[in-house]
T-cell receptor, first 110, second 112 residues
Framework: QQPVQSPQAVILREGEDAVINCSSSKALYSVHWYRQKHGEAPVFLMILLKGGEQKGHEKISASFNEKKQQSSLYLTASQLSYSGTYFCGTEPTGANNLFFGTGTRLTVIP | NAGVTQTPKFRILKIGQSMTLQCTQDMNHNYMYWYRQDPGMGLKLIYYSVGAGITDKGEVPNGYNVSRSTTEDFPLRLELAAPSQTSVYFC???????????FGDGTRLSIL
């Protein structure tokens, strides 16, 4: 039930864009995105609910294709503060919990 | 407003010892979760609760037990600690629906 994330790691220069993908084999009700800095707890970024609504948060946005059970996180004009590991958490239809992917390690360099 | 509080922050156990990881939230959330995170890996669900008196197993429940006697508290019990339980443990809570999970700062547990 664990979703698959890609890529596993990416290195960007400040100002570059990145896309992180999350794919599930189960029918989904929602997809959550979190960012975790080294040694810290995961921090919530956004939730996408069934319906395919794209959401935005400053220069970070995401989409959810419920037919394909896929979500993508878009980071534009990356900043040093964007560095960390990004996790998607998927909520299968009818479930009361999330299944987290193995994460995408994003490193932004000057 | 403290959010989700976990204690202790660090602990070293010997093989075969037992301990309880504490988790308390002050947001009146119904749903609470325990995850473990091994180095370089994602979060694996151990147990969760949808309300006081109701608990259910997650993906990796073996070697752990939980109870939920109040809305605020959701302790995780390790019986007969094993080296494979060395990990970082996170507690989280939410009111579900379209709400995010709020995480505690984690407990770093080593079993030697």
């Amino acid at each position: 039930q664990q979703p698959v994330q890609s890529p596993q790691a990416v290195i960007l220069r400040e100002g570059e864009d990145a896309v992180i993908n999350c794919s599930s084999s189960k029918a989904l009700y929602s997809v959550h995105w979190y960012r975790q800095k080294h040694g810290e707890a995961p921090v919530f970024l956004m939730i996408l609910l069934k319906g395919g609504e794209q959401k935005g948060h400053e220069k970070i946005s995401a989409s959810f294709n419920e037919k394909k059970q896929q979500s993508s996180l878009y980071l534009t004009a990356s900043q040093l503060s964007y560095s960390g590991t990004y996790f998607c958490g998927t909520e299968p239809t009818g479930a009361n919990n999330l299944f987290f992917g193995t994460g995408t390690r994003l490193t932004v360099i000057p | 407003n403290a959010g989700v509080t976990q204690t202790p922050k660090f602990r070293i156990l010997k093989i075969g010892q037992s301990m309880t990881l504490q988790c308390t939230q002050d947001m009146n959330h119904n749903y609470m979760y325990w995850y473990r995170q091994d180095p370089g890996m994602g979060l694996k669900l151990i147990y969760y609760s949808v309300g006081a008196g109701i608990t259910d197993k997650g993906e990796v429940p073996n070697g752990y037990n939980v109870s939920r006697s109040t809305t605020e508290d959701f302790p995780l019990r390790l019986e007969l600690a094993a080296p494979s339980q060395t990990s970082v443990y996170f507690c989280a809570s939410t009111n579900w629906g379209d709400q995010p999970q709020h995480f505690g700062d984690g407990t770093r547990l080593s079993i030697l």
